[in-house]
């Protein structure tokens, strides 16, 4: 039987989720603090970990902290009412197997803990330490980081771009993605075709910008051999080699308008015939066309056809700047900081006050490629634990305007300091708390005071 301990300081919750559990065939067992869990998993084995993030010594990553330097592998869902991306992020990285808000849904709820105690990543109990030595295998947590290749944001900006991608994936509409650059075009792109019909067919990215004007037809539709200087064999194009899959053309803005033709005659007829082939070949892709230029003023200007645009543009995806979704910052800083503490083998905890504020203040003219690069970028300098202002480029502190400074000075303002606050924070309590120069307390208690959830 499967053992499971509850680390919850609400009893009431705490009673009804064992009684729950257990009539679902769970030996289950409830402590209410992380000192009472530390002595139960001590003495006891236990094949799953059900833990609040607040606690009345100490949070749930303070338990994952110990667990983890005491070698215990038993996954760990962490439960708590304060929801937010960032502790989740902090709680993969320091080994949890799950994240689930509160109030708790049953069923999904159920479903997690059968997923982590499913053979193939179910781990040891946690009285028993790990395993050490060898070449090593790839945890759960491993296994869970891979997945997580992207993070989608909060803002309302990114909630209504998801949401759209995920009305038009399935279809098979032509989509064209506009946006800046940096602002993640392709990845759109992916994500539509891996939540396509057509996922399990090929994926074929062209970069618009890079093909010579001369090579255009032969990178579209391929060649045969011998069909122009340098083609010593055949050779298959984009369109033939994302056959039964989805085509990305990225930048399409930059087409010749010769191309542009032949590209507009292989759409219409879903046949192509390769530079000096005497055949037609038969194709079935799922267009998304990508670009930042503004393609109506283009078709003004003379430079893109306008038949061309209505064929690729069956539903328009606008992917916002990084400065509209400032909100996001937060999340996509602390997502970047763990992609580079896996790359550098560093680990570095976060980003210090005066840092984020400066990320916040920035207006990220490259986005999230800017960004990306920054956090890298400090995360190889940083020195201490957290990274600082000073740790970021000249060009984030120095070009980024007067940096936001919060304050609870004024009683009048004091409620709107809060929600600006945590808003910078993108809901982090102890980040808003920094922002503020106040301890995690009494940013508790003045929520309670304003009724802010």
């Given at each position: 039987m499967k053992r499971i301990l509850i680390v919850d300081d609400d009893i009431t919750f705490a009673l009804m989720l064992r009684?729950?559990?257990s009539k679902r065939g769970f030996e289950v067992a409830a402590v209410s603090t992380v000192a009472a869990a530390r002595k139960s998993l001590s003495e006891e084995a236990f094949s799953l970990v059900l833990c609040d993030m607040r606690l009345p010594d100490e949070d749930g990553i303070?338990?994952?902290?110990?667990?983890?330097?005491q070698?215990?592998?038993?996954?760990?869902i962490v439960m708590t009412s304060y929801a937010d991306i960032q502790n989740a992020v902090r709680c993969m990285k320091l080994g949890a197997r799950d994240y689930v808000a509160k109030p708790v849904n049953p069923d999904e709820l159920l479903k997690k803990i059968g997923e982590a105690l499913e053979p193939s990543t179910e781990a040891e109990p946690a009285g028993k330490p790990a395993r050490r030595?060898?070449?090593?295998?790839?945890?759960?947590?491993?296994?869970?980081?891979?997945?997580?290749?992207?993070?989608?944001?909060?803002?309302?900006?990114?909630?209504?771009?998801?949401?759209?991608?995920?009305?038009v994936a399935p279809t098979n509409m032509s989509v064209l993605v506009n946006g800046a650059s940096g602002t993640g075009k392709e990845h759109v792109a992916q994500l539509i075709h891996q939540n396509s019909k057509r996922a399990g067919k090929p994926f074929v990215a062209v970069d618009?910008?890079?093909?010579?004007?001369?090579?255009?037809?032969?990178?579209?539709?391929?060649h045969v051999k011998g069909s122009f200087t340098g083609a010593v064999g055949d050779k298959k194009g984009a369109f033939e080699l994302a056959d039964g899959g989805t085509l990305f053309l990225d930048e399409?803005?930059?087409?010749?308008?010769?191309?542009?033709?032949?590209?507009?005659?292989?759409?219409?007829?879903?046949?192509?015939?390769?530079?000096?082939?005497?055949?037609?070949?038969?194709?079935?892709?799922?267009?998304?066309?990508?670009?930042?230029?503004?393609?109506?003023?283009?078709?003004?200007?003379?430079?893109?056809?306008?038949?061309?645009y209505h064929r690729i543009n069956s539903f328009m995806l606008r992917v916002p700047s990084l400065r509209e979704r400032r909100e996001d910052i937060p999340l996509f800083a602390d997502f970047f900081l763990d992609q580079a503490n896996r790359e550098l083998d560093k680990r570095i905890v976060g980003f210090d006050a005066s840092a984020l504020r400066a990320l916040m203040a920035c207006d990220w003219p490259g986005n999230l490629r800017q960004l990306k690069n920054t956090v890298m970028s400090a995360t190889l300098l940083a020195a201490g634990e957290y990274?600082?202002?000073?740790?970021?480029?000249?060009?984030?502190?120095?070009?980024?305007?007067?940096?936001?400074?919060?304050s609870l000075h004024d009683p009048v303002t004091e409620e709107e300091q809060i929600r600006?606050?945590?808003?910078?924070?993108?809901?982090?309590?102890?980040?808003?708390?920094?922002?503020?120069?106040?301890?995690?307390?009494?940013l508790y208690n003045k929520l309670h005071l304003y009724g802010i959830e």
């Open positions: 009684t729950w559990l303070s338990l994952l902290q110990w667990m983890a330097g070698g215990m592998t038993a996954p760990v030595g060898g070449s090593g295998s790839t945890s759960a947590v491993d296994a869970k980081r891979a997945k997580l290749n992207y993070i989608e944001g909060r803002s309302d900006a990114s909630r209504r771009l998801y949401e759209y991608i995920r009305l618009c910008g890079a093909i010579p004007r001369e090579l255009a037809a032969s990178e579209f539709f391929g399409v803005g930059n087409l010749t308008y010769e191309t542009q033709v032949q590209l507009l005659r292989a759409l219409q007829e879903r046949r192509i015939r390769p530079v000096g082939g005497n055949r037609e070949i038969p194709v079935d892709i799922r267009l998304v066309a990508a670009t930042n230029e503004d393609l109506e003023a283009a078709i003004v200007r003379g430079t893109f056809r306008a038949d061309l990274i600082t202002a000073e740790d970021l480029p000249r060009e984030i502190t120095g070009a980024s305007g007067p940096v936001p400074s919060y600006r606050a945590l808003a910078a924070a993108a809901g982090n309590k102890s980040q808003a708390a920094k922002l503020l120069g106040i301890d995690r307390k009494t």
